[in-house]
């Protein structure tokens, strides 16, 4: 039975999708293009509770907390892109390399995986923030390079599956190059699984980069940043000043649900099949 | 415990008292205690603790123990006095042969009176007899002798207290000392108040670390690495009974302690200026005066490479800063109090040089909020605002430099942004960046830094503005600052034979330096600290606290009493 309304389940999985997209391209690009002295420092307006003048009330320099915010998740989310290309251009070539070559390429890819996902993630951000001399380099460097692991397992997952499908063998014996092989029969079959995960990566990516920066081996305190919005906030929660710990980690928390809804949703609307696995 | 005590004794007299009459007498004679210690004639003192003390050993029952409080940097070091441990002069386990007063002046402590020789070269010093440390070993001219040599031996562990100068010490008898030293050194005195005494037949370099065995009036109990330090009477102490049996200083986050204060669980809290507009029941905020002022270095050469003495390449000098105009304009034209104010809630007094409260400390105050002088000065040196973006310019270059907070100290964040907000209104863009002291360290000749000093000794003026330390040592001088004239008033202070000479030429040194700025003083911070009310913290013989982050409240602390 076919569901012809224009309701049906498609159609507002899309528009979800859609309606995310747009609010997190919105705080994006506001928070990109805002003008510096709207959330800098205004004493008069010290430690303001919530109002329709100061949505997320202000903190103890006078600064309007919504506007921080603002800011704070728009560069949260140029780290989490920055971070999710470099970790899904090292999963892409790690996980196709160690799939078509397989042998010493592939135990050595495994072993790489192992060795990272083995550690705490959180203690090897610190380890390479530090190493990278803590700052927004430290932090982008950090958050870049620990997120391959997991989509090179995917990558490499599917590469396998393909690589003993007769088209595949075919092309090989008719004497096609590895690369073309892997451009034309292995990318395009990849792409969705990896464009899902990538989506899916973002939320890592800005949980890790706000925890980092909230224990003090991030962002710098001068830089708006969710993370350094909280580590403040702490100083003030004991005092009752709620709005500087509770908006802040609730825009956050939005954030990241909204990409793992996306995430979620693109990967039942490209692979239908995966409800029946 | 008091009132049933004041109570027994005074029911003895009167026969019929009521317990509220008991209490207010008890709290008369703590008053008295005070106030006669704060005359620093200590064997008055002495002999009204020992009644005080009677009379609580007769209705004591219970055991009176407070937990305080006071920062983290209690346990940042060994409490090793050889290794440096509480040098700026707050003892409570260890104690030096002099320590300093309310003015900052010197009186005795292990030492009754001292001599200073013609020529300033040979320092004697009659040692307090029937002294004993907490270990029993009774304390002679042969345990200072041994703590001298020993922290010769080992100068390279202790920063704090420099004996390079030191000669020889040696014993003259059990209760005599004399020290020589190789040349006329006038602050001698404030090194041997920074160095406390060990007993010379239980020294052990590693257990002393964290059990010092010494001679004042509390002995530490217990040592729990980052976690809490109980401290407990000695009962051995020369100097009669505290009132405290027992002290839990613990080591905790800021916004912890300040919850648990909340909840009543701690005595006194040390807390930042976020904090001092809160109320706790119960609990009295106190705001204690320091010798601590905080300064942002203003580096006076311009960019270029220097070398050192060892032949270390370093990258020095700021363009902007290194024009005296600029750093003149700053000093006479941002608004120290309104920067106060905005950073600290209105905690801490407006400073443009070291604090009156230290008697070789420049006095040699101007007023500031000279806005219409400062902008005159910036445009006669050619800093004119010609592009409109409210920041000067001359020629290409941009009034605009960084200034660094280092360290995790919210405080001197929120000073750096407060001065940045308020130089705005001359013209001159500050760029705060708040950076581990790792890298502030690594930038300290190029880039201003909030710094932080306070501390008895005038050897201060020599590190920051004599030139031959620019370069030779983390934190010195580190403005490139070079003047004959200034060097030679130091030197002229160094070999002073007596105080008043010393003093006149540490001022000397102070009023030429100054008069380029190097240093851009802002605040002279006040330490704030939340204490219960039935705590009395003898407010009258607290020091000026020096650098330490909170930790100085307990530089009296045989003198608190708890009602």
Not at chain 1, 46 to 52: E, I, N, Q, R, V
Not at chain 1, 58 to 71: Q, V
Not at chain 1, 111 to 127: F, K, Q, S
Not at chain 2, 120 to 133: D, I, P, S
């Amino acid at each position: 039975m076919r569901n012809t309304s224009l309701w049906n389940r498609r159609t507002r999985l899309t528009l979800l999708i859609v309606l995310a997209a747009t609010y997190l391209l919105a705080v994006f690009f506001w928070g990109l293009f805002i003008d510096p002295s709207e959330y800098g420092v205004h004493y008069e307006n010290k430690l303001l509770a919530p109002s329709g003048q100061h949505l997320f009330g202000t903190d103890a320099m006078g600064r309007d907390m919504f506007k921080r915010c603002i800011k704070g998740l728009s560069n949260s989310l140029v780290i989490g892109l920055l971070a999710s290309l470099v970790s899904s251009v090292v999963a892409l070539i790690m996980g196709i390399a160690s799939a078509v070559f397989g042998g010493f390429v592939d135990r050595f890819v495994n072993l790489c995986v192992d060795l990272c996902m083995g550690l705490p993630h959180l203690v090897l951000l610190i380890l390479i923030s530090c190493m990278a001399g803590r700052g927004t380099v430290g932090v982008t460097v950090a958050v870049a390079l620990t997120h391959w692991p997991s989509l090179t397992r995917i990558v490499r997952q599917e590469v396998l599956q393909l690589r003993n499908t007769q088209y595949v063998l075919a092309s090989r014996k008719m004497g096609k190059s590895y690369l073309t092989i892997a451009l034309t029969h292995m990318v395009p079959h990849v792409l969705p699984a990896y464009l899902i995960g990538l989506i899916l990566l973002f939320p890592h990516a800005i949980m890790h980069e706000a925890s980092v920066t909230f224990l003090g081996f991030g962002l710098p305190k001068e830089m708006p940043a969710i993370g350094v919005i909280l580590a403040e906030s702490m100083n003030h929660i004991t005092t009752g000043k709620w709005w500087m710990a509770l908006f802040p980690g609730l825009m956050l928390l939005l954030a990241v649900v909204l990409f793992d809804l996306i995430g979620e949703t693109l990967k039942k609307l490209w692979n239908p099949n995966s409800g029946n696995e | 415990m008091k009132k049933k005590s004041i109570s027994l004794v005074l029911g003895a007299s009167l026969v019929l008292s009521l317990a509220g009459c008991g209490q207010e007498v008890a709290t008369d004679n703590n008053v008295t205690a005070a106030e006669q210690e704060a005359t620093t004639d200590n064997n008055a003192t002495a002999v009204e603790k020992e009644t005080v003390s009677a009379s609580e050993e007769a209705g004591d029952d219970s055991s009176e123990s407070i937990n305080v409080y006071i920062g983290g940097s209690i346990f940042d070091s060994s409490m090793d006095p050889v290794k440096g441990f509480m040098s700026y002069g707050y003892p409570f386990v260890n104690e030096a042969l002099i320590q300093a007063d309310t003015t900052s002046e010197y009186v005795a402590d292990l030492a009754t009176d001292w001599e200073v020789s013609e020529d300033a070269l040979t320092y004697t010093f009659n040692l307090r007899e029937g002294v004993t440390f907490s270990d029993g070993t009774p304390f002679t001219a042969e345990d200072v002798v041994f703590t001298y040599e020993e922290v010769q031996k080992n100068q390279a562990n202790n920063e704090n207290v420099d004996l390079t100068k030191l000669k020889s010490v040696e014993a003259d008898g059990d209760y005599k000392v004399v020290f020589t030293l190789n040349e006329c050194y006038s602050p001698f005195l404030d090194t041997v108040a920074m160095l406390q005494i060990v007993p010379s037949d239980s020294y052990n370099s590693e257990t002393f670390d964290t059990a010092p065995i010494g001679t004042g009036a509390y002995k530490v109990a217990q040592y729990d690495t980052n976690q809490q330090i109980i401290l407990q009477i000695n009962d051995s102490y020369w100097g009669g009974t505290p009132d405290i049996e027992q002290v839990n200083i613990i080591s905790m986050d800021q916004d912890t302690a300040y919850s648990n204060a909340v909840s009543g669980q701690l005595d006194v809290v040390m807390v930042g200026s976020t904090y001092i507009n809160e109320t706790i029941d119960s609990m009295t905020l106190h705001k204690l005066e320091t010798m601590d002022v905080r300064n942002v270095s203003l580096p006076t050469l311009t960019e270029q490479v220097m070398k050192d003495s060892q032949g270390n390449e370093y990258n020095v000098g700021n363009n902007v800063t290194s024009d005296i105009a600029v750093r003149k304009a700053l000093s006479i034209g941002i608004n120290r109090q309104e920067i106060i104010d905005n950073a600290f809630n209105g905690e801490g007094k407006p400073a443009v040089n070291f604090t009156d409260n230290l008697p070789w400390a420049s006095t040699d105050d101007y007023e500031d909020n000279q806005v219409d002088e400062a902008k005159k000065i910036l445009e006669d040196a050619g800093w004119i605002d010609s592009d409109g973006d409210g920041i000067r310019e001359k020629g290409d270059l941009k009034c605009s430099f960084d200034l660094i907070a280092p360290g995790n100290d919210e405080d001197r964040y929120k000073l750096a942004t407060a001065l940045a907000e308020n130089a705005k209104n001359l013209g001159i863009e500050i760029n705060v960046r708040n950076e581990s002291w790792d890298v502030a360290v690594v930038e300290e000749n190029t880039t201003p830094i909030v710094w932080g000093w306070g501390q008895f000794s005038p050897t201060v003026i020599y590190s920051t503005y004599d030139s031959e330390m620019f370069l030779e040592a983390q934190y010195a001088n580190v403005t490139g600052y070079t003047n004959a004239d200034c060097d030679a008033a130091i030197e002229k202070a160094f070999a002073a034979s007596n105080q008043a000479d010393a003093n006149a030429a540490w001022k000397e040194a102070q009023a030429i330096g100054d008069s380029e700025y190097p240093y851009l003083y802002l605040v002279n911070i006040e330490h704030s600290y939340f204490v219960k009310d039935n705590l009395d913290i003898s407010e009258s013989t607290q020091i000026p606290h020096p650098h330490g982050h909170g930790s100085p409240i307990i530089c009296n602390l045989k003198d608190w009493v708890l009602n």
